[in-house]
């Protein structure tokens, strides 16, 4: 059965949006969900699906532990639908802060997406749009049986991010850590890691945590990638490189572990490419490319 | 030519070597013997074919591993697990492939067909696997996640999971069948025919001793994880694998969305890991890059060398 967002139940969602100062955690994620009248042509279809800290396993079955690296808080789910019966959905992601927020969006987008004007950093793939504001994550999906969003599809998944997005009154940006790299690091591709479950997916360092970082950086380069981890003081990147080092040489996975001059070395994977580690202050600088040790010297220097 | 399921296969195939059949207990000893063909181009165990009709893919697929007789005896009451994660392009096993599974089951002469989930009305639905089970005549058993739904199956010789609590349901069937989607997946980048069977056990236990109490991101989350797979492949074993590689998510696993590759490729066989380190492939990856793929055949449940495996690949 359709059902729209008029009546009491819009009302009392309207006026809980507007009773929320901008920033502070709102009651309910349902004053985010488009009434009917912003999104002319859809409809909220069924109720939405919530489901908060640790049930997140219940709606994820078996892929909930990234958002828990991140910082979970909860999430909530709403169907829409046209009058051809097509639909779209809107998921909208709680995390514990902004930083939280932009990290998830970062580990699940690509950079081949188009840019949406819509949110932060809202994007349009092949068949959903996913923008972050302040502490949310924000996706919305509508496909047909290719698996693509196209004409009414794809104007319902831009109509009902835009209204989401726009019903948000928050604030928030890049973690610290991320402003303090260069700019032309942060583009497309880009990922802010907090854990060694989001480092793994983008290289499989090691199955486990080694370098123990509070948070990261992955920066794609020339056919590879360089990650930045954060520590406190420079004593404790100095250490987790040494154990760095140590893990590789005494794994079988990594070959060539060598000291160079500095505080660096080197190794080679079983891929063909190259690793180049150095600690630079606070941060580990780690290059993962076929020309490690050649573009290594230029990247590391901008390491702040 | 059609062959017995001998000893050799059976350990090649890492059907859990003794202990687990006997700690597998009824389900198990239900399983019938068996039989597989040897190709015709010679040996192999892992069967790929390529196309866009998925219901002839499925078909080939599924005659290429010995066809479909060899793993459904007439009579038998069979089990069927598809990936029913999210209705987002690339997360799901395909409608088409159930369906043709459930006809080729049907015209082995099985006498109850049903695919068993504890997972949700929604999951089903949104797939559309829901409305196949119904239009093919099949049936739908949704496990609830209590207790007495679930039974204790020690793993002797675990690594990490030393008892698994499968569906009891499973218990009403001769043999199931695996029928997973391969895809990446954000906790170890891949899933295939060995993690599909976390869809068997409960999901309570799941939570608390695959990914550790409370299931906080642990620094040794994903080395445990892996082997808590593996050691629950040594729980139970499908007659037979099945798996989606038509559309599958190469980012953002296992619910999507993310990025939408279609290889086109359906693969059938008996050996998991083996058809687990093809799949790997098709990500981009190699079986040793998988924890699990290599813990797996470091534990003999099957062969990762693909060389060594046989891989026929067929188009249609």
Request: hydrophobic share 45%; glycine share 12%; with cysteine.
């Amino acid at each position: 059965m359709r059902k729209t967002a008029a009546g009491p139940l819009a009302g009392a969602i309207l006026a809980g949006w507007l009773a929320a100062p901008a920033s502070a955690q709102v009651s309910d994620l349902a004053v985010f969900v488009p009434a009917a009248a912003e999104v002319p042509g859809w409809a909220v279809k069924g109720e939405a699906q919530r489901f908060a800290g640790d049930d997140l396993y219940i709606y994820i079955d078996g892929g909930a532990e990234i958002y828990n690296e991140y910082g979970f808080r909860r999430v909530l789910a709403q169907d829409f639908e046209n009058k051809d019966g097509r639909g779209v959905t809107l998921e909208i992601y709680e995390m514990t802060d902004p930083a939280a927020a932009f990290g998830i969006y970062s580990f699940q987008t690509s950079g081949k997406g188009r840019p949406a004007g819509i949110g932060t950093d809202g994007e349009i793939e092949e068949y959903y749009l996913r923008f972050w504001k302040g502490p949310y994550l924000v996706a919305v999906t509508g496909f047909d049986s290719s698996g693509q969003a196209k004409g009414d599809l794809l104007e319902g998944v831009i109509a009902v991010a835009k209204a989401a997005g726009a019903r948000m009154k928050t604030a928030g940006g890049r973690p610290d850590f991320c402003a303090a790299l260069p700019q032309e690091w942060t583009g497309p591709g880009f990922k802010y890691l907090r854990g060694v479950l989001g480092l793994n997916n983008v290289y499989p360092l090691f199955p486990t945590d080694v370098l123990k970082f509070r948070e990261a950086a992955a920066v794609p380069v020339e056919h590879g990638w360089l990650f930045v981890f954060g520590y406190g003081e420079p004593a404790e990147a100095g250490i987790r490189l040494s154990e760095l080092r140590e893990a590789m040489s005494g794994s079988g996975t990594y070959q060539n572990v060598r000291q160079t001059p500095g505080v660096a070395f080197e190794a080679a994977d079983s891929k063909g490419n190259q690793l180049f580690a150095a600690a630079v202050g606070n941060k580990i600088g780690l290059i993962v490319s076929p020309r490690a040790a050649e573009i290594a010297k230029g990247l590391l220097a901008r390491i702040r | 030519m059609a062959k017995k399921f001998g000893r050799r296969e059976f350990i090649k195939s890492g059907a859990a070597i003794g202990a687990s059949v006997m700690v597998g207990g009824k389900l198990f000893g239900k399983l019938p013997a068996p039989t597989i063909s040897t190709p015709a181009a010679g040996p192999a165990s892992v069967f790929v074919v390529s196309g866009t009709d998925w219901a002839a893919m499925t078909a080939k697929a599924v005659e290429l591993a010995g066809g479909i007789k060899a793993f459904v005896p007439k009579g038998s009451k069979v089990a069927l697990m598809p990936n029913v994660q999210s209705k987002n392009p690339g997360t799901f096993t395909k409608p088409d492939i159930l369906r043709t599974v459930i006809r080729l089951c049907k015209e082995a002469g099985a006498t109850n067909i049903a695919c068993l989930s504890y997972l949700g009305q929604p999951n089903w639905d949104g797939a559309g696997l829901a409305q196949v089970i119904q239009e093919e005549g099949a049936a739908l058993r949704l496990i609830p996640r209590e207790d007495e739904h679930w039974k204790p199956v020690p793993i002797p010789g675990a690594a990490a999971l030393t008892e698994a609590r499968l569906m009891k349901a499973l218990d009403d069937y001769d043999l199931w069948i695996n029928m997973p989607i391969t895809k990446d997946h954000a906790g170890n980048k891949f899933t295939g025919t060995m993690k599909n069977l976390m869809g068997l056990n409960q999901p309570a236990v799941n939570r608390a001793q695959f990914h550790k109490p409370n299931w906080k991101t642990d620094p040794a989350d994903i080395a445990h994880l892996e082997k808590c797979i593996v050691d629950l492949n040594f729980a139970t074993r499908p007659a037979l694998n099945i798996v989606d590689a038509t559309e599958i998510i190469k980012t953002n696993g296992p619910m999507g969305p993310g990025e939408l590759i279609k290889p086109g490729k359906i693969i059938s066989g008996v050996d998991r890991v083996a058809i687990d380190a093809y799949c790997a492939t098709i990500l981009g990856l190699k079986g040793e890059d998988v924890v699990a793929i290599k813990h797996a055949y470091d534990r003999k449940l099957g062969e990762i060398d693909l060389g060594k495996a046989g891989v026929r690949e067929v188009t249609v």
